[in-house]
């Protein structure tokens, strides 16, 4: 595969940042992104766009084996007993130390590599301010489920009419029912924003455009509502929910 075209680096390096990037093209990207400063960029941009997000996580408790994990790691390294594999200094090391940890979950994943993989990909703050100057100006919202998991991930150009949703980990759909996604305005009733897909992804066509809409919303939520219905507002229990916030 030739790594040149545009929508194709913007998108693995969007999926790198989100933590959905995995198994061999994760590791050849990383590979890439060691020699070349382009990729980088998209790497820094994509981390300066979904920081912001990183507050719509709630806090992870750590289980009781964390520690044992830290105190296991961090000695096997301080003597000299690691392997290539088990380098600090690289992402792969804390991302695999805390998958076996039990903390790595899609509900984090981006927040947890803002964290651990920016520092060690960013050339220069100049460059980051600079492309970061570059990003459209959007809307972004990041939902999660009951358990602080990333399900949804929603996005639109501030002056589009196209919302587009990602699918970051399936919701069950009671049988005879319909997901569907929610604005809750600082004032007034929520409104509907569109049918949920059941997997990946999906364009919802807006009456308006971003800016008319969602300025003026902090928050999404997803709730389950019977097929065929005409239905103007939430009735079930929301799902889904988390913040929706504006980048510029």
Same mark, same amino acid.
């Given at each position: ?39 980088? %960029?998209?790497?820094? %941009? ?62 984090? @994943? ?40 990333? %399900? ?10 196209? &919302? ?16 569907? &996604? ?41 709730? @389950? ?24």
């Amino acid at each position: 595969m030739r790594y040149t075209h545009p929508e194709l680096l913007d998108h693995l390096a969007a999926s790198y940042v989100l933590g959905t990037l995995q198994g061999r093209a994760r590791r050849r990207f990383e590979v890439l992104l060691k020699d070349r400063n382009d990729i980088a %960029a998209l790497v820094n %941009a994509w981390h300066t766009r979904l920081q912001p997000l990183a507050v719509s996580v709630p806090p992870v408790q750590p289980s009781a084996g964390v520690w044992e994990a830290v105190v296991q790691k961090t000695t096997s390294v301080a003597n000299g007993k690691s392997k290539a594999s088990s380098n600090p200094q690289t992402p792969s090391f804390w991302w695999n130390w805390l998958k076996s940890a039990g903390l790595v979950g899609a509900g984090f @994943a981006a927040a947890l590599l803002i964290i651990t993989v920016a520092p060690l990909t960013l050339t220069s703050v100049d460059k980051v301010a600079e492309q970061a100057q570059k990003l459209p100006q959007s809307y972004v919202g990041l939902l999660t489920d009951a358990n602080g998991q990333a %399900a949804v991930l929603a996005s639109s150009l501030r002056q589009g009419k196209v &919302l587009t949703v990602k699918i970051l980990k399936p919701t069950p759909i009671p049988a005879g029912s319909q997901l569907l &996604l929610w604005a809750l305005p600082n004032e007034g009733a929520p409104f509907l924003l569109g049918v949920l897909p059941e997997k990946k992804s999906a364009v919802i066509q807006m009456p308006a455009t971003s800016e008319q809409l969602l300025a003026q919303v902090p928050r999404l939520i997803v709730t @389950a509502e019977p097929l065929g219905n005409a239905t103007v507002k939430p009735t079930g229990t929301p799902l889904l929910s988390g913040h929706c916030v504006k980048l510029w």
